[in-house]
């Protein structure tokens, strides 16, 4: 696929690690396909597994991760406390990749799919929207911010309001602040840019 070599031709830091891993998932007959902005690996329109890399690693990530064994204890939650489902297998260098041990994990990956064992998310969030006293005293001046942050889902509302929150030092606060309110005057949600690619 065309959007994959370019995604790895970008990353020449990790073009042989990238490289390596894409030929050994493409081994196993899945879809390659291109979402959030990286390569993912489907079969029968489920996620299996996507590729990515980073400054100082490249990464498979396990859509349902949490689903496998893991009995080489090589997976970690990227997102603690934000995924139960999600796990990522880290390499540093093409030294530390076993192409056959990836095989059999993307296998049971595939295995687990097939026979509908997967992490079903939590229910929704139904605790109340706390805003930040920072982010309300410009929302109370500001008619056309408060109209637009008005008009963003709750889940939109509160990945905003968490995040200057988050933040602990209130120079942070504000710098997140006035990053944000561009974005909602133009109604962006903070994450966006990761969820429609």
């Given amino acids: 696929m065309k ?3 370019v995604y790895i031709h970008k990353k020449q830091h990790w073009k042989s ?23 993912v690996y489907v079969h029968k329109n489920k996620n299996i597994v996507g590729l990515t890399a980073f400054k100082n690693y490249v990464g498979l990530w396990f859509f349902q991760g949490g689903t496998l064994k893991d009995n080489q204890k090589v997976l970690v939650n990227a997102q603690e406390g934000k995924t139960n489902a999600m796990r990522q297998w880290r390499f540093s260098s093409i030294d ?12 049971e990956a595939i295995a687990n799919q097939e026979s509908e064992n997967s992490i079903k998310p939590k229910e929704k969030n139904t605790k109340p929207l706390v805003i930040h006293k920072l982010f ?3 929302l109370d001046n500001n008619n056309e911010l408060l109209k637009q942050f008005e008009g963003f889902n709750l889940t939109k509302k509160r990945e905003f309001t968490e995040y200057i929150s988050e933040a602990k030092r209130e120079e942070t606060q504000l710098k997140r602040l006035q990053k944000i309110i561009p974005m909602i005057l133009i109604g962006i949600g903070l994450y966006d840019k990761y969820k429609n690619c």
């Avoid at 690690?17 to 990286?38: P, S, Y």
């Avoid at 990749?97 to 993307?106: F, G, M, S």
């Fill in 3 to 5: 959007e994959v070599e």
């Fill in 17 to 39: 690690e990238l490289e390596l891993l894409r030929e050994t998932i493409l081994g196993l007959q899945l879809d390659e396909t291109i979402k959030w902005g990286a390569p």
């Fill in 96 to 107: 530390e990749i076993d192409t056959k041990l990836v095989i059999a994990y993307v296998k």
């Fill in 136 to 138: 309300k005293q410009e």
